[in-house]
């Protein structure tokens, strides 16, 4: 999956749903700067694993539903493709919503979003 993202365009990667690491390795490893790739979790746990594994990474404490608060905190106003591991198609509507607009509003027309 990371091989799909072309670490050539301009800004970060953000992976949603990160656990505890293998597609964040997997982006490193395709080429991705580390400080380019921000791995966002919902469990502290699992961020602390991913920060002390993969040194380098932007690792975020979060919840998927609040992303559009994160990223204006994180000044991420335009971005790079978006990644998303977490399976939000379990979510309620809204929930799914609230994840995805701000994904679609700093992709631009021709940003990716892999799933």
Known sequence: MARLVDPARSGPVLELGAGTGSITRGFAAAGWPLERIIA???E??????LRREIRGIRAVVGDATD???QLHWLGMI????WCRACRFKWFPR???????RPCFARLGSDGPFYN
């Open 44 to 49: 502290s746990r699992l961020v602390d694993i």
């Open 78 to 81: 335009g971005c790079q493709p």
């Open 67 to 69: 992303l559009e608060r």
């Open 94 to 100: 809204e929930a799914q919503c609230a994840v995805l």
């Open 40 to 42: 966002y979790e919902r």
